[in-house]
């Protein structure tokens, strides 16, 4: 056997192998031989027992698991790294979200206090307004100061503002309400704008200027009366049927709101309501439509169909005096319903 430059021997004693090397061989017993060839034989024999398929295709999977393994400790080293960049976000959020949530106190705190200077500010203006107007409703009582209101740039400003007042607070009105608060300020205001619209419909030059320059306030006048519940805001509804009442004394306007079809139905519901004051203004401008031949011809047809006749009978036994007679007058004018028909 080929073994390298230097030579070497080695020996032992009896039984002992004994090599011997010289220049590049090796020199061994041939017992030796022998026995090593045997052992390398039995090995070749043995090896393909021991390493049979299942050992090689452990061996491959234990491999790949090998490689699974690094390839997942890989993704655990990515996600550690991934876990301390999140985190660092998630401080850097929470601080963020801590400052947010001290500012948005703080804007709260500064729209608490906004909304309580924008009430103060409503409180203040309802309270004026309330004064003002009570005021005007007074002056608007006399005609030339009435004059001098619709000679202004500002009237039809005035009574466009009147009529979206009244609607506002009308709508307003919870479900239960029974009564009106006529010691509020609100209330105060809305009777005074209302007033003040009555005041002006009961002089010639302020119906001609209603009915030619604002039939939305008469409409909404008109719509307001029917969306109030009967026994609710009773000073609000004769204030508005008065209103209503002078205008029809203007022709133009007796024709303008009674041809509205929400007029005579309005009517019917208003004498169904158990004040007696708002039953005898219903009564008033009925006897307006009826007292007038062209109106009352072009309603016969209607009135004949739908009066409540019924109520008015009722009407004419009230204990209150005024009611009583007017609904037994109106009782008597309208017999002319029963010869037509």
């Not at 009896?14 to 060839?37: A, I, M, Y």
């Not at 006399?142 to 500002?154: F, H, P, R, T, Y």
């Not at 209103?243 to 309005?266: A, D, H």
Request: hydrophobic letters at 40%; glycine letters at 4%.
């Amino acid at each position: 056997m080929k073994r390298g430059n230097s030579g070497t021997a080695c020996s032992s004693g009896e039984g002992q192998q004994t090599t011997e090397t010289q220049g590049e061989f090796v020199k061994v017993r041939k017992s030796v031989l022998e026995r090593l060839t045997t052992e390398v034989m039995q090995l070749h024999d043995i090896l393909p027992q021991i390493l049979n398929g299942d050992v090689v295709e452990s061996v491959q999977k234990l491999d790949a698991v090998e490689a699974i393994v690094e390839k997942r400790e890989r993704e655990l080293e990515q996600l550690r790294m991934d876990l301390e960049h999140f985190k660092a976000r998630l401080e850097v959020a929470q601080a963020d979200c801590l400052k947010e949530r001290k500012e948005k106190l703080t804007v709260r705190q500064q729209l608490n206090e906004a909304k309580q200077q924008l009430l103060q500010q409503a409180e203040y203006c309802t309270e004026m307004g309330a004064a003002v107007c009570t005021l005007l409703w007074s002056v608007s009582s006399n005609e030339e100061a009435v004059q001098i209101i619709l000679g202004s740039s500002k009237a039809l400003k005035f009574f466009s503002i009147a009529g979206q007042t009244m609607e506002s607070f009308v709508r307003s009105l919870g479900e239960d309400v029974k009564q009106q608060d006529v010691d509020s300020d609100e209330s105060q205001f809305v009777l005074a704008l209302a007033g003040i619209v009555t005041n002006v419909a009961a002089l010639a030059c302020g119906r001609e200027f209603l009915v030619n320059s604002n039939r939305v306030l008469l409409d909404t006048v008109m719509q307001l009366l029917g969306d109030l519940k009967p026994g609710c805001c009773t000073k609000l509804k004769v204030l508005m049927l008065m209103s209503l009442y002078n205008i029809s004394i203007n022709i133009k306007g007796l024709k303008y709101i009674s041809e509205s079809p929400r007029f005579f139905p309005l009517l019917w519901w208003l004498l169904n309501d158990p004040d007696p004051e708002v039953c005898l203004h219903v009564l008033r401008l009925l006897q307006s439509v009826i007292l007038e031949p062209d109106v009352f011809t072009k309603s016969a047809s209607e009135l004949r169909d739908t009066l409540p006749f019924t109520r008015i009978v009722m009407l004419s036994k009230s204990r209150n005096t005024d009611l009583q007679m007017l609904a037994q007058d109106l009782l008597e004018d309208l017999k002319v319903l029963e010869y037509e028909s």
